[in-house]
């Protein structure tokens, strides 16, 4: 077992889950606030100058998890671990945000898919190394095919 304490919660323009854009094509453009604890505020030092985070944090609000499940991007069943569904053994989510600015311990940021109060685990700078060419987007870009 580990345990795991929120550095802070995320400001969001969701209040429910049906209101976060999902599907093919969906765009997370959505404004919100990474508030940060103060407690931490000293390790968002030199955060700046990152244009995007990686933002680690919790599905709160799920309840159980499915080993198989049908995305909305797609209508056939995949793996738990090929999707980005809430609804996994540890309910943790991954989301990269824009960087807008900073204000204290408050991180203003493009780009968010979660509900409002989800709670966050951790930050860490996004830097993406593997070119474009090598990426392969599996059953989502057959879906994209298709569609
Ligand atoms: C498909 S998941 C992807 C989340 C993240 N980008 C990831 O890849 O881990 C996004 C959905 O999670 C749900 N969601 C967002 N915040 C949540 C929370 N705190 N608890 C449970 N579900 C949440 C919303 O329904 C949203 O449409």
Redesign the pocket.
């Known amino acids: 077992m580990f345990s795991m304490q929120a550095i802070g919660y995320?400001k969001?323009p969701?209040k429910q889950?049906?209101e976060?854009?999902?599907g093919l094509g969906a765009k997370?453009e959505a404004e919100g606030v990474l508030e940060i604890f103060p407690e931490f505020e000293l390790g968002l030092t030199d955060i700046e100058g990152f244009s995007h985070l990686f933002v680690i944090?919790?599905?709160?609000?799920?309840e159980r998890f499915e080993l198989l499940g049908t995305?909305?991007s797609d209508n056939r069943p995949h793996g738990v671990f090929a999707?980005?569904?809430?609804r996994r053994p540890n309910?943790?989510?991954?989301?990269?945000v824009e960087l807008l600015r900073r204000e204290g311990s408050r991180l203003h940021v493009r780009g968010v898919?979660?509900?409002d109060?989800?709670?966050i685990l951790d930050l860490k700078p996004y830097l993406s190394s593997v070119p474009p060419e090598q990426l392969r987007r599996g059953w989502l870009a057959e879906a994209e095919a298709r569609a």
């Open positions: 995320v969001s969701y889950a049906r976060v854009p999902k997370h944090w919790v599905f709160d609000r799920s995305p909305p999707t980005r569904s809430p309910p943790i989510g991954l989301t990269v898919d979660m509900l109060g989800t709670p």
